[in-house]
């Protein structure tokens, strides 16, 4: 294992001190680590919480800020953060107007925000569940919930920005999920420090299709094939899941998942985009990078979000965080 580490136990703390160091302006660490939070925060907004394991990053520390989250919880390497972390980032970002936490699929993060909520008041949830590769995993009962989240968190921290209220905000988050799909495919597997050695065997010339953002297994082993021969089969789980609906305008979200450059996410997305196109989905608007990552992960995802009106202009609002800014 080739790491920048000083020690296996400090790598999360470490890398919070220089994430909120670097973005200092926009940004407050909590108390022994739990959470961060935005600095300025905004009396009688709703407060949007997430988090989640850590190994995902920029999801979801890098999305806090105006127009996202207020606060993100994180979890030790692909372990859910515990529910004294959500009470105390509801504590320090709650204004009066509530909480909604927006939470992954994954069994231990639903375990642990349900028992944060229940013992709080004021608070609602959206689960995120946009994986079509499988109807349940290693983590999950149910689909996953990956990139797609960080398109809720976006729309729906708009929403918030504006002044909805908490009701509203949930159901919001709930259609936003209902109209976005995800599937990606690993060239590589993932190495969590605490382990030192890959998460899973592949081989130089296989890639895992489906594959989790924990480097679950997905729809199966298969031999390497094209960027475009990939984006093909995913493309077609994405719209035979929408079926009827992958009509019109629509979000595209190439993600990388930590180790492919710019140039293969690029290209996926251009073979995305003309598949898509040719069935009849518009892409009205484009995001590519890697947000939700696994690590040091070769792989990407493809995530597409069915629009409206509302959510294309909640969208485009001014968002400003560490990983998302525009409009601002």
């Known amino acids: 294992m080739k790491k920048f580490i000083n020690a296996v136990d400090t790598v999360l703390t470490e890398s919070l001190d220089g994430f909120v160091a670097a973005h200092s302006d926009i940004l407050v660490l909590g108390d022994e680590h739990k959470f961060v939070r935005r600095r300025a925060l905004k009396p009688g907004k709703v407060a949007l919480i997430s988090g989640g394991g850590s190994g995902h990053e920029p999801l979801h520390g890098g999305l806090v800020g105006h127009g996202m989250l207020d606060a993100a919880c994180p979890g030790q390497v692909f372990t859910s953060p515990t529910p004294d972390q959500m009470l105390a980032a509801a504590g320090a970002v709650d204004t009066g107007a509530g ?13 642990n925000f349900d028992m944060a909520a ?12 946009d994986d079509v590769a499988v109807e349940n995993s290693s ?27 908490l009701k509203e905000l949930k159901a919001l988050g709930e259609r936003v999920n209902g109209a976005t799909r995800s599937m990606g495919v690993a060239l590589t597997s993932c190495t969590v420090p605490a382990a030192g050695k890959p998460t899973f065997e592949i081989g130089d010339g296989e890639m895992e299709f489906g594959v989790g953002i924990h480097g679950e297994p997905g729809r199966r082993r298969d031999a390497l094939k094209s960027a475009d021969a990939i984006a093909e089969e995913i493309c077609a789980a994405i719209t035979g899941d929408l079926s ?51 690590l040091d992960m070769a792989g990407c995802s493809i995530t597409l979000t069915m629009l409206d009106d509302e959510m294309t202009t909640l969208w485009d609002a001014p968002v400003h965080t560490a990983a998302l800014r525009w409009g601002m």
């Open 99 to 111: 909480c909604l936490f927006i939470v992954k699929n994954y069994e231990g993060d639903v375990m």
């Open 118 to 129: 229940e013992m709080s008041e004021g608070v609602l949830q959206v689960v995120t569940n």
């Open 139 to 165: 983590y999950t009962t149910g689909r996953r919930g990956v990139a797609g989240t960080l398109v809720v968190e976006k729309i729906v921290g708009a929403a918030a920005e504006q002044g909805m209220a």
């Open 244 to 294: 009827g609906r992958a009509r019109g305008p629509a979000l595209l979200f190439v993600n990388g998942f930590g180790g492919t450059p710019s140039m293969e996410l690029y290209l996926m997305y251009n073979s995305a985009r003309r598949i898509f196109e040719t069935s009849g989905v518009s892409v009205a608007r484009s995001l590519v990078g890697s947000y939700a990552t696994s």
